[in-house]
């Protein structure tokens, strides 16, 4: 990730806060996992061109591309999305969280998800076993709390 000032970071916060989603990226392969594994996912959709080219360059980390499914109505402007994940969505939210507003909870949240190496996996009834376990318990709990924080529609006032 570049070095951004601070009032680029604040600027990237409001963009993030307004129009993007701070979340989890789940991938799986059970030829060699044992578990899926979570990483941190920023991304930015919106039909302003602009706003995503200046992320990605401002940033110099994460993609941008069109989605495969881009507006069906004529009259809709096509998007472009920008996406970062792993290290990067995590230097991202660690650099912006000081102004982030509306998903700040959500970023702390993220930034909480333990991270974990494939190798702590051991075999079932050693404690190498059991620490993976639990480490990836603890990750489903988070993945499933930031979904819920997610999730459209009326919140409940708290």
């Known amino acids: 990730m570049n070095e951004i000032t601070d009032t680029q970071a604040a600027y990237i916060a409001g963009i993030i806060d307004g129009e993007g989603c701070v979340t989890f990226a789940k991938s799986f392969n059970p030829k060699t ?9 920023v991304l930015c959709v919106n039909t302003d061109h602009g706003v995503i080219d200046y992320l990605h360059q401002t940033l110099g980390c994460g993609i941008t591309y069109k989605p495969k499914k881009n507006p069906t109505n004529p009259r809709w402007n096509p998007l472009l999305r920008y996406q970062a994940s792993s290290g990067d969505a995590r230097d991202i939210l660690r650099r912006i969280r000081p102004y982030m507003i509306i998903k700040g909870e959500i970023a702390d949240t ?49």
């Open 110 to 158: 993220v930034l909480s998800l333990p991270q974990r190496n494939r190798t702590y996996w051991g075999k079932p009834g050693t404690q190498r076993y059991a620490d993976g376990m639990a480490v990836y318990e603890e990750q489903l709990a988070i993945v499933a709390r930031v979904r819920a924080m997610n999730k459209r529609g009326v919140k409940d006032a708290a």
């Open 33 to 41: 996992q044992k578990r899926p594994t979570f990483k941190a996912l």
